[in-house]
C-alpha cells in the first residue's frame, strides 16, 4: 500500500524541481549580472580617473580651477552647478508633480485622468535634446525679456538674483529640468495613490472626513514611500541630464551665488569636453567628475533611504 | 515563394554592389574650414564616382585626437600640432604630415541693438573685453577707437568655445601675442581657462549664442559672421591701420609667411606685418599619416589632396576663404609624394 503512493510521490515531485531550480538560476544570473555592472562601473570609474586622482588629490572637490593648459583641475563649480539646478528643479517639480498627481487619482474624472496620464507619460519619452531645443528657442527669449527682469525687480537685494539677465543660466536650466522631472513624479505618484486600498478612503469618509482631509491625510500618508520613490527617480534624471542642461547653462566653470548667473554641470561639461580632452590628465579628470557624481547619487539616494526608515511608524508590516 | 524570396535577395546583393564597391574615407576636424571642405568633398564625390568622403566638424581637437587614435583616415584642425602631439602620435605608430589648405580669417562678431555700423576694435580693447577688465560697451578704451558711434552703457556679454578649437587656439595666439596680461594669465592653446564668459560649442554654437545674446561679442571664422548677416568688426593691425577680415587682407597676412614656409608647414600668421593685413588670419591644415595601411585610401587620399590644391582653390574666394600662395602649393605637392 505505502510503496504504490511513495512511488507516484517521487515521479511527481521531480518534473516541477528542474523547472524550478532552472528558473531560480536564470533570475538569480541576471540579478548577479547587474550587481556585476554596476560594480564593475565603479571599478572603471575608479580606474580610468587614476592620473587625476594622484596628480589632484582631495583638493580636486574643492577647488575652482579648470584649466586645460596648465593642466590644474578643480570640481567645485561642476559640483555646484549640478547641485544648485537639482535643487531649483525639485523645489519647482514636487509641488506641481504632487499636486498634479493627487488631482488626476483623487479628484479628476476617469476619463479625464486617463487622457492626461497619457499625454503626460508621453511627456517623459521626449529625448533631452529636444527639451533642450525648445528651451533654447523658447524658454530663453522669455527668461531673459520677461521673468528675470521681474525676479530682478521684485528680488534683486537678495544675493541669489542679481547679475545682468542673460536668460541662460542656473534658474533656466533649473527650470528645464523641472520641466522634464514633472511627468516621472506624476507618472508614479499617482500609481502610488491609486493603489491605497478603497478601505481606507471609506473608512476616514464614514467617520466624517472631508474629501481634502480624507485625501491628505489618510490617502497622501499610506502612498508616501511611493511619492518618496518618484520624486527620487525624477532626482537622479536632473542629477545625470545632459542635453538640455548643457545649452541653456551658459558653459561658464566658475562658481556663482547669483541664480541669473551662468555656469557649469558634471554632465555638461563631460559630454563637451570628453571628446577632445587630450593628455593624460585631462580626460582622467572629466573621468573623476562622473565618479564624483556617482558618489553625490549614491549619497543622495543613502539619504532617502535613511529618512523613509525614520519616518516609517515602528510595528508597521512595511519594510 | 522561393523564387520571389531569392529574386529579392538577389536584387539586394545587385544593389548595394555599387555601394560596396564605393570607397569611404572618414574625416573629422575644425569647423574653421568646414563649410568648404564639405562643398569640397561634396564636388570630389560627384566628379569622382565611388570615393565618399564624410567630414565631420566636430573642432580641431577632435580632429587631432581622431587621427592620432586613427578612428579617422585623416583629420583637420587650425591649431598646427605641437612637437609633443606629434611624439605622442608617432609613438602609436602614427607620423603625421600638415597640408595646409586654405586661410582664413577669424573676426569679433557682435550683436548690440542699434549699432548697425562697423565697430573698430584695437588689440587692448579686444584683450581687455576677454579678460574681463573691460565691462560695459560704452568704455572709454572701446569708444576711443569708435567716435560717432552710441555705444550703450551695458555689460558686455563674452562669448567663446568650449571644445578643443582651432579657432580658439588662432584667437588666444593673437592676444597672446598683442598682450603681455593675456599671455601670462590664459595663454594660448585650443582650449584655455576663460576669465569671463559664455560657451558654445563649434562655431556655430558660438555665433547662435551671439545672434540670440544682446549686448555680445564672440569670435568666430569669416564665413559663419558673413552668411549668419552679423555685423563683425575690423581689428588694428601691427602697422596701426583698422583692417576687415576678406579674402584679400588674409591672403597679404600670409605673404610674409608663405616666402619662409617651414618644411612642415606649421606657422603662426597672426598679427603680421603688412600695411592691409588682417591680424587674425590662419592657415588650416589636413594632418594626414605618412602611412596609410589600405592601398586604395592612400591612393585616394593622395588624389583628393591634388584635387584639393588644384581645382579645389578656385572655390575659396566665393566662401570668403583665401587661396594658397603658389610656392605653397608646390612645396605640398612634394609632400604628398611622401604618403604612402
Not at chain 1, 517639480?93 to 479628484?107: C, D, K, N, Q, W
Not at chain 1, 530663453?140 to 530682478?152: D, F, H, S, W, Y
Not at chain 2, 599671455?183 to 560657451?199: D, E, F, T
Request: charged residues 15%; positive net charge.
Amino acid at each position: 500500500m505505502a510503496t504504490p503512493a511513495a512511488v507516484q510521490t517521487a515521479k511527481v515531485k521531480a518534473p516541477a524541481q528542474t523547472g524550478d531550480i532552472v528558473a531560480r538560476f536564470v533570475v538569480l544570473f541576471f540579478a548577479v549580472v547587474l550587481l556585476a555592472l554596476a560594480v564593475l562601473l565603479v571599478i572603471e570609474l575608479f580606474i580610468g580617473s587614476a592620473a587625476a586622482r594622484h596628480s589632484l588629490g582631495w583638493g580636486f572637490l574643492t577647488s575652482s580651477k579648470w584649466n586645460p593648459v596648465s593642466e590644474e583641475f578643480g570640481a567645485l563649480p561642476f559640483i555646484y552647478g549640478t547641485v544648485i539646478t537639482s535643487s531649483v528643479a525639485l523645489l519647482l517639480s514636487i509641488p506641481f508633480g504632487v499636486g498634479a498627481a493627487i488631482f488626476l487619482s483623487e479628484l479628476a474624472p476617469a476619463g479625464v485622468s486617463n487622457a492626461l496620464t497619457f499625454v503626460i507619460e508621453l511627456l517623459a519619452a521626449i529625448p533631452s535634446v529636444i527639451y533642450g531645443l525648445l528651451a533654447i528657442f523658447t524658454l530663453v527669449p522669455l527668461m531673459r525679456t520677461t521673468i528675470e527682469p521681474a525676479l530682478k525687480a521684485a528680488f534683486g537685494f537678495l544675493p541669489f538674483f542679481q547679475g545682468p539677465a542673460l536668460g541662460v543660466g542656473y534658474l533656466t536650466a533649473g527650470l528645464v529640468l523641472a520641466i522634464m522631472t514633472i511627468p516621472f513624479i506624476i507618472s508614479v505618484s499617482r500609481e502610488s495613490l491609486l493603489a491605497v486600498p478603497r478601505d481606507q478612503r471609506e473608512a476616514a469618509l464614514a467617520l466624517g472626513a472631508t474629501k481634502w482631509e480624507t485625501t491628505w491625510q489618510i490617502v497622501v500618508p499610506y502612498a508616501k514611500l511611493g511619492i518618496l520613490g518618484s520624486i527620487f527617480l525624477g532626482l537622479a534624471r536632473a542629477l545625470g541630464e545632459t542635453m538640455a542642461v548643457t545649452m541653456v547653462i551658459g558653459n561658464d566653470p566658475r562658481v556663482h551665488a547669483s541664480l541669473l548667473a551662468s555656469g557649469y554641470s558634471i554632465a555638461a561639461v563631460i559630454a563637451n569636453e570628453f571628446a577632445e580632452a587630450n593628455g593624460t590628465i585631462h580626460p582622467a579628470a572629466l573621468i573623476e567628475l562622473g565618479l564624483v557624481l556617482f558618489g553625490v547619487t549614491v549619497v543622495i539616494n543613502a539619504f532617502a533611504r535613511l529618512m523613509i526608515i525614520a519616518t516609517t511608524k515602528k510595528g508597521s508590516k512595511r519594510p | 515563394m522561393r523564387t520571389v524570396s531569392w529574386a529579392l535577395t538577389g536584387l539586394l546583393v545587385v544593389g548595394t554592389a555599387p555601394f560596396a564597391a564605393a570607397q569611404k574615407i572618414n574625416a573629422c576636424g575644425a569647423s574653421f574650414p568646414a563649410p568648404i571642405y564639405q562643398k569640397w568633398f561634396l564636388e570630389y564625390g560627384k566628379a569622382h564616382q565611388g570615393v565618399q568622403i564624410n567630414y565631420e566638424a566636430n573642432g580641431s581637437g577632435g580632429g587631432k585626437k581622431g587621427v592620432t587614435d586613427g578612428t579617422v583616415d585623416f583629420g583637420a584642425s587650425d591649431m598646427p600640432m605641437t612637437d609633443k602631439e606629434l611624439a605622442d602620435a608617432a609613438a602609436k605608430g602614427r607620423k603625421l604630415l600638415h597640408f595646409p589648405t586654405v586661410m582664413g580669417a577669424v573676426v569679433p562678431s557682435y550683436n548690440i541693438p542699434g549699432v548697425t555700423q562697423d565697430l573698430k576694435f584695437s588689440p587692448e580693447a579686444l584683450a581687455g573685453i576677454y579678460l574681463g577688465t573691460i565691462k560695459k560697451w560704452n568704455d572709454p578704451v572701446i569708444a576711443k577707437d569708435n567716435a560717432g558711434v552710441k555705444l550703450p552703457a551695458e555689460d558686455i556679454v563674452v562669448v567663446h568655445r568650449t571644445d578643443g578649437s582651432g579657432t580658439t587656439f588662432v584667437w588666444t595666439d593673437y592676444l597672446s601675442k598683442v598682450s603681455p596680461e593675456w599671455k601670462s594669465k590664459v595663454g594660448a592653446n585650443s582650449a584655455v581657462s576663460w576669465p569671463v564668459g559664455l560657451g558654445g560649442p563649434q562655431n556655430a554654437g558660438v555665433m547662435g549664442l551671439v545672434k540670440q545674446q544682446p549686448n555680445s561679442i564672440g569670435y568666430v571664422e569669416l564665413l559663419y559672421a558673413s552668411q549668419n548677416k552679423v555685423p563683425y568688426g575690423m581689428v588694428k593691425n601691427s602697422a596701426g591701420k583698422f583692417i576687415k577680415g576678406s579674402v584679400d587682407s588674409v591672403t597679404e597676412a600670409a605673404a610674409g609667411a608663405a616666402k619662409d614656409m617651414p618644411k612642415d608647414f606649421r606657422v603662426s600668421i597672426t598679427n603680421a606685418p603688412g600695411a592691409n593685413s588682417y591680424p587674425i588670419s590662419s592657415f588650416t591644415w589636413l594632418l594626414v599619416p605618412e602611412k596609410i595601411s589600405d592601398p586604395a585610401k592612400a591612393k585616394e587620399i593622395k588624389a583628393m589632396i591634388r584635387w584639393v590644391l588644384t581645382d579645389g582653390q578656385k572655390e575659396c574666394p566665393a566662401l570668403d576663404y583665401a587661396p594658397l600662395p603658389k610656392n605653397v602649393v608646390s612645396m605640398e605637392m612634394k609632400q604628398i609624394d611622401a604618403v604612402q
